[in-house]
């Protein structure tokens, strides 16, 4: 009897050994390979890599629009709709469709946008969520990319392959003088010279100062950063969370030509 108790135990372990085996199997092909699950918050940062970018500044937010290759973006998946856009239609990442459907733009996919920004356009798609920069954006085709009223002083930098979202910003605009501060001024936004060195402000948007301060990069407003893409740098600020692109933005008088 007690070598059949055995074998039956024995035989309960492997069972849920093999249980066990199965289920992380699944739950791995799910995540890495079915769209829409785990597959959607996985981003290759090459997508980034040859974006171009143009921003429509507004009262107090920032519209992001690209244009990237097909290829990149046929690996995105969709909640709806199509991951490529079509000529006159575009492509929305999460975060931007739901605020557009709350303010009343669009209600889903198929929906006709005229004069928006200068082109008329559709919704051709909208993104599932990444947790990236994506989600705030607008993909178009390159026509219409190059037909769009914006400017083109948003671009991408990497930071150890980590796509970084940077904004030229001069004193003589008056933009994030429509933005309250969590910590530092407008009033510290100028170039200094510090024992030699030039020292160039930064103004932070809230998502990208909370990356930076659990990585120690610094503490508060007034620290300075050493070899920051290439510049001394010091926090002229830190903006207060706006729910929108500008919580990911670097604000720094300097273009994409001066950093490294």
Same mark, same amino acid.
């Given at each position: 009897?007690?070598?059949?108790?055995?074998?039956?135990? $024995?035989?309960?372990? /492997?069972?849920?050994?093999?249980?066990?085996? #199965?289920?992380?199997?699944?739950?791995?092909?799910?995540?890495?390979?079915?769209?829409?699950?785990?597959?959607?918050? *996985?981003? %290759?940062? /090459?997508? #980034?890599? !040859?974006?171009?970018?143009?921003?429509?500044?507004?009262? /107090?937010?920032? /519209?992001?629009?690209?244009?990237?290759?097909?290829?990149?973006?046929? *690996?995105?998946?969709?909640? $709806?709709?199509?991951?490529? @856009? $079509?000529?006159?239609?575009?492509?929305?990442g999460s975060n931007e469709a739901e605020m557009m459907v709350k303010n009343d733009l669009?209600?889903?996919?198929? %929906?006709?946008?005229?004069?928006?920004?200068?082109?008329?356009?559709?919704?051709?798609?909208?993104?599932?969520? !990444?947790?990236?920069?994506?989600?705030?954006?607008? #993909?178009?085709?390159?026509?219409?990319?190059?037909?769009?009223?914006?400017?083109?002083?948003?671009?991408?930098? =990497?930071?150890?392959?980590? @796509?970084?979202?940077?904004?030229?910003?001069?004193?003589?605009?008056?933009?994030?003088?429509?933005?309250?501060?969590?910590s530092g001024n407008l009033e510290n936004y100028r170039v200094i010279s510090m024992n030699?060195? !030039?020292?160039? @402000?930064?103004?932070?948007?809230? %998502?990208?100062?909370? *990356? *930076?301060?659990? $990585?120690?990069? #610094?503490?508060?407003?007034?620290?300075?950063?050493?070899? =920051?893409?290439?510049? %001394?740098?010091?926090?002229?600020?830190?903006?207060?969370?706006?729910?929108?692109?500008?919580?990911?933005?670097?604000?720094?008088?300097?273009?994409?030509?001066?950093?490294?």
């Amino acid at each position: 009897m007690q070598d059949a108790g055995a074998a039956a135990g $024995e035989h309960k372990m /492997k069972f849920s050994y093999a249980l066990t085996i #199965f289920l992380v199997l699944s739950v791995s092909v799910l995540y890495f390979f079915v769209p829409g699950i785990g597959a959607a918050r *996985m981003v %290759d940062n /090459k997508i #980034f890599e !040859t974006m171009e970018l143009k921003a429509v500044v507004e009262e /107090k937010e920032i /519209k992001l629009f690209a244009h990237t290759s097909n290829n990149a973006l046929a *690996m995105l998946a969709t909640r $709806e709709g199509f991951s490529i @856009p $079509e000529e006159n239609a575009m492509v929305i990442g999460s975060n931007e469709a739901e605020m557009m459907v709350k303010n009343d733009l669009i209600k889903k996919s198929g %929906d006709k946008l005229y004069g928006f920004f200068g082109i008329d356009t559709q919704v051709g798609g909208i993104y599932k969520k !990444t947790d990236t920069m994506i989600d705030h954006m607008h #993909f178009l085709s390159k026509n219409q990319f190059k037909e769009l009223d914006g400017v083109s002083n948003v671009f991408i930098g =990497f930071n150890e392959g980590m @796509p970084k979202l940077f904004f030229t910003y001069k004193n003589n605009d008056d933009f994030l003088k429509r933005f309250e501060f969590s910590s530092g001024n407008l009033e510290n936004y100028r170039v200094i010279s510090m024992n030699g060195k !030039t020292l160039y @402000p930064i103004v932070l948007g809230y %998502d990208e100062a909370e *990356m *930076m301060i659990s $990585e120690k990069l #610094f503490t508060d407003a007034g620290d300075k950063i050493e070899g =920051f893409f290439g510049k %001394d740098v010091f926090i002229a600020g830190i903006l207060k969370k706006t729910d929108s692109g500008v919580d990911m933005m670097h604000f720094i008088p300097l273009g994409k030509g001066d950093l490294k």
